[in-house]
Each structure stands twice: as C-alpha cells, then as structure tokens.
T-cell receptor, first 114, second 108 residues
Framework: EAQVTQNPRYLITVTGKKLTVTCSQNMNHEYMSWYRQDPGLGLRQIYYSMNVEVTDKGDVPEGYKVSRKEKRNFPLILESPSPNQTSLYFC?????????????FGEGSWLTVV | GQQVMQIPQYQHVQEGEDFTTYCNSSTTLSNIQWYKQRPGGHPVFLIQLVKSGEVKKQKRLTFQFGEAKKNSSLHITATQTTDVGTYFCAGRNNDMRFGAGTRLTVKP
C-alpha cells in the first residue's frame, strides 16, 4: 500500500530537548516536504527536498532542520524546541516537485512543547 | 510573494443545504488542487484544475477554475454529514501554496 509514514504520532516534550520526527515514503517519490498546520493559518511549508541531498527552506524554516540522505526518508529535526513549535506536523511526498503531481500526506504528528 | 486566500474560514450548514468555498491568488496560477481533511485526519487529494475556465464535477462536488487562473471555487450541492471536514485549495505558481482552509460542519 502506497503511504507516507511518520513517527511519532503524538509527542509531548520540554523546551530545549532535541527531537526528531521521522518520515518515510514507499512510493519512490523524489519530492518530500514538511508542513505545519496551525488554526487559521492552514498548511505552511517548513522545508522541502527535490531529491536526495537536496533540501530547501519553505515559508517557516526557523527552528527546524531536515536531511535527505536516502530517497525514502526525510526526518524533521527540532534541535531546541520551543513552545511556539507546538503544532500538527505533516510530512508529504509527490512524484517530483513539478506542476501537476498529487501530494500524499502522512497521518500527522501532534507535537506539544511545554 | 505568492499568496492564496481562502474564504470563508468556517461554514456551518444544515444537512441538505449547499456549500461553497472560494480561493483567490495574488498571482496567476499554473494549476490549483483541492484537498479534503476529515476531522483528526490528514489532507487527501480531491482534484486538480489546469485550464482557464475549467469545471470539473465529482458527484455532488463542482470545482471551477477562473478565466484568469487566479481564483477557484468548490461547491457542494445538498451537503451530507459525510462532507464534514476542512477543504483546502493549493495553488501553484513557482511554488505550491495552500489556502488556510474552510472548515465545514453539517447539522443533521
């Protein structure tokens, strides 16, 4: 089954404690991205990757890091989480980053930073 | 930069009533996609519009792309409780930009 898998689904952490949210897709997609969803703001892109070893900042990259060492994996790293990073995070992938490709979303990761 | 505005933010309807959500872009779009997110779920692709003035239908859902390719709408005829969720448009120029979404609730 084609899917985007992210973990953990739910996490409560404390300010400053580094955490990683993993994302994996089994569709051999070149393009992967991370979004955060906040009430009234919709989906805002954090980082995206057009292919292995190629990553770029989205609209709200501050406080986040990503890596793309393998095609299937695109982890999101919060080096020093802060409460304003409490949000619902979605990993997504598509065949490539060009026009016309459907975006497939993971189930979402609820992150609370206290 | 490119912005995609979506209205209304919320819409509450009685079952059987119609519903419409609108998207407007500050720039001309190459295409626009629509997604639905059920409560507690993740966004799921509904449809893509590419051509100026394009209209597509999926059962009770009608999607339109404006002549100038800067606006789009999603219309649901005779809403059902299964229609509840948040509907997002996503417009592409150089980048893909999501609207803030319209949250639809339906009273039985």
């Amino acid at each position: 089954e084609a899917q985007v898998t992210q973990n953990p689904r739910y996490l409560i952490t404390v300010t400053g404690k580094k955490l990683t949210v993993t994302c994996s897709q089994n569709m051999n997609h070149e393009y992967m991205s991370w979004y955060r969803q906040d009430p009234g703001l919709g989906l805002r892109q954090i980082y995206y990757s057009m292919n292995v070893e190629v990553t770029d900042k989205g609209d709200v990259p501050e406080g986040y890091k990503v890596s793309r060492k393998e095609k299937r994996n695109f982890p999101l790293i919060l080096e020093s989480p802060s409460p304003n990073q409490t949000s619902l995070y979605f990993c997504a992938s598509s065949f490539d980053g060009s026009s016309g490709n459907t975006i497939y979303f993971g189930e979402g990761s609820w992150l609370t930073v206290v | 930069g490119q912005q995609v505005m979506q209205i209304p933010q919320y819409q509450h309807v009685q079952e059987g009533e119609d519903f419409t959500t609108y998207c407007n872009s500050s720039t001309t779009l190459s295409n626009i996609q629509w997604y639905k997110q059920r409560p507690g779920g993740h966004p799921v692709f509904l449809i893509q519009l590419v051509k100026s003035g394009e209209v597509k239908k999926q059962k009770r859902l009608t999607f339109q792309f404006g002549e100038a390719k800067k606006n789009s709408s999603l219309h649901i005829t005779a809403t059902q409780t299964t229609d509840v969720g948040t509907y997002f448009c996503a417009g592409r120029n150089n980048d893909m930009r999501f609207g803030a979404g319209t949250r639809l609730t339906v009273k039985p």
